[in-house]
């Protein structure tokens, strides 16, 4: 797996040793040993959660456990963007593990806040299914796992293909903006699963079961395999995954197209999703204006990529902007929908 990773990234830039000049042309920052640990990192805390603590086992998930293991989850990525400035600021210049790190950051906080449109359509895919909350966990274990494999291949796709074909990122930028100002206009409007064209394929194609069989995704009834609803609720996850990728990812480049910091940035935050997600199921009502954020960050991103080659906008600049207005909408939602005090 490193030597694949490698031999990606081997044609873009030189890989970094102590012995290297680093400039700012350098492309990738990642050394097969920094791949190895990243990923043995990534490796650990998923056999962690899934043996040791139970990801997989049937049981609800409550507010002070996706509290606790969200705290873990964005501490490990700050640890380790942390060991990442130490390692540059020890080997090579201050300067640069102060742009590379802001740059991780920068990219995690553009990653973590465009998940959040993910929770609202877990819930909504999770409510249309019926799938109890003691449930839902087996099925977002599977969905992170499924992500982390899907989005790997796509950003090393990703910068494959811009490496190559430069103009691609206007390309991005464009589809940015207009997913932002789409994602402005459909904010209010409510969208109705059982319209869905995909979903009707599904069903008029394969055999599912009227009710959910506990944890089980297959059962056989009168002799025939047959899906559950999980199952279904599982591949719709799946799907939404990738559409949501389309529009994270291409965010991303905008900020760095370095696939180590993509990546690192990627993957951190989609571990911490699943935690996040039950620990906003229950106030996801109040989140009245997150979308409209997450729109003019999209539409920000879009216009930043646009101009990369006319004016580039400080790393620090962006990080401010996108914190400033995932910040803001959170703010004004939980001020709007605060609980009126009984007189």
């Known amino acids: 797996m490193i030597d ?3 031999s990606l990234t081997a044609g873009l830039a030189p890989a970094l040793d102590t012995s290297t000049h680093v400039t700012e042309t350098t492309v990738s920052i990642g050394t097969p040993w920094m791949w190895a640990v990243f990923f043995c ?11 040791f603590v139970g990801g997989g086992k049937q049981h609800r998930v409550s507010l002070k456990e996706a509290a606790s293991w969200s705290v873990v989850w964005v501490g490990l990525a700050l640890s380790f963007g942390a060991g990442l400035w130490w390692y540059l600021d020890t080997n090579f ?5 102060n742009t590379k790190t802001l740059e991780y950051l920068t990219g995690y906080l553009i990653e973590k806040s465009l998940a959040v449109d993910n929770v609202f359509v877990w819930l909504m895919l999770f409510n249309f299914f019926a799938i109890p909350f003691e449930l839902q966990k087996r099925v977002l274990t599977y969905g992170v796992l499924g992500a982390i494999i899907l989005r790997t291949a796509m ?22 903006l207009f997913t932002g100002i789409k994602m402005w206009w459909m904010a209010d409007k409510e969208i109705r699963l059982e319209n869905n064209q ?20 297959f059962v056989l009834e009168n ?20 559409i949501f990728a389309v529009d994270s990812i291409p965010a991303i480049f905008a900020i760095t ?8 940035s990627n993957i951190f935050a989609i571990l911490g999703l699943r935690a996040m997600y039950f620990l906003l199921a229950d106030m996801a009502d109040r989140f009245t204006y997150i979308k409209y954020g997450l729109a003019l960050v999209l539409v920000f991103i879009g216009i930043k990529m646009i101009l990369i080659d006319i004016y580039k906008i400080p790393v620090g600049i962006s990080l401010s902007v996108v914190a400033l207005l995932i910040g803001g909408s959170v703010l004004l939602s939980w001020i709007k929908t605060k609980p009126q005090e009984k007189t």
């Open 198 to 217: 995909l979903l009707n394929w599904f069903k008029r194609h394969f055999a599912i079961t009227n009710q959910l069989h506990g944890e089980k995704f």
């Open 41 to 51: 990192i990534v490796l650990v805390v998923l056999l962690i959660d899934l043996i």
């Open 257 to 264: 197209s370095d696939p180590f910091i993509v990546l690192t």
């Open 4 to 6: 694949l990773l490698t």
């Open 93 to 97: 210049t201050r300067e640069l593990a």
């Open 223 to 242: 002799g025939v395999k047959m899906m559950t609803p999980l199952f279904l609720a599982l591949i719709m996850v799946e799907i939404s995954d990738v």
């Open 155 to 176: 950003i090393f796709a990703g910068v494959w293909l811009i490496a190559h074909f430069h103009w691609l990122l206007y390309v991005f930028g464009l589809f940015l």
